[in-house]
């Protein structure tokens, strides 16, 4: 269960960019699509582990909106929880232009309508880079009502983690280490 409010929520940066690709390719053909954001709650906070993308007879990707049937819905909710141990933290899907509010049908269809569930609107297709967060339509759910974060709370609430590294030790590092 989501607590009513996060007060913080996770991203791995490989996470956020694999989204960003799945939505990117249904956008080339001018199409809406949704990523639902899998993970766990710690207290407060949330951690984001898993990208889940609705596909197949229960989902519909078109211009104009996204339809996911009851039956998908229960399938996915029921992946994350089984042998994952994770519910569904947010939805995440595309419009076409710069517009990153709620539609009426965002309003009136979400994947989940918990308090404290988030949808994440991002613009243009997902084409080119993503954008900083604060220019995500993030928007959360209470008593009912979804409410956009500003900018500011974007920034106190979402932290977008690093989560692969290459790094490069010198020869003076490794030496230190081995008391030469």
Known sequence: MIPAAL???WLPRTLLERSWQLL???GRARVESEVVWGGRCFADEGVVFSIVSPV???AYHRTGGISVGPMTIAALGQWLRGAQGQIAL???HSHPGAWVDHSHVDDDEPIACDDGFLSIVWPHFCQGAPPPATEWGIHEIQAG???RWTAKETEAR???IESEAVIMGSHRW???LEGR
């Open 7 to 9: 007060t913080r929520l």
């Open 24 to 26: 990117r390719a249904e």
């Open 56 to 58: 197949g007879e229960g």
């Open 90 to 92: 947010a939805q995440v």
């Open 145 to 147: 009502r979804w409410r």
């Open 158 to 160: 979402l932290r977008i």
């Open 174 to 176: 490794a030496d230190a």
